[in-house]
């Protein structure tokens, strides 16, 4: 069973940055992809990035493309690096584990319990 975790929320200022870290437990399969949501105000979930954990490659939503950029580590850990923040971009991003490799959808297996993200203007 593969378990992940988010780290990293907090507070910024418009155009700053910030990484969340997404922490995973279990055995990884090589088809397995981990993905990035956000959920903000009175908002729906929404798609930000998903990333392939053989192929370090990862999809993102246009309206990050560009000022978000996702890696992985050699050891268990995916991070979300934000970039050029807006105030539009406050959210709670959680990740998440698919077993059946990229999706923008939200069928994936597992979910962590979420970072707030604040962008302030």
């Known amino acids: 069973q593969v378990y992940v975790r988010e780290s990293g929320g907090g507070l910024v200022q418009a155009g700053g940055s910030l990484s969340l870290s997404c922490a995973i437990t279990g055995r990884l399969d090589s088809a397995h992809a981990i993905g990035w949501f956000r959920q903000g105000p009175g908002n729906e979930r929404e798609f930000v990035a998903s990333?392939?954990?053989?192929?370090?490659?990862a999809v993102y939503a246009d309206s990050v493309k560009g000022r978000f950029t996702v890696s992985r580590d050699n050891a268990n850990t995916v991070f979300l690096q934000m970039n050029s923040l807006k105030p539009e971009d406050t959210a709670v991003y959680s990740c998440?584990?698919?077993?059946?490799?990229?999706?923008?959808?939200?069928?994936?297996?597992?979910w962590g319990p979420g970072t707030q993200v604040t962008v302030s203007s």
């Open positions: 990333f392939s954990w053989r192929l370090r490659a």
């Open positions: 998440a584990a698919r077993k059946l490799g990229l999706s923008r959808g939200t069928d994936y297996d597992t």
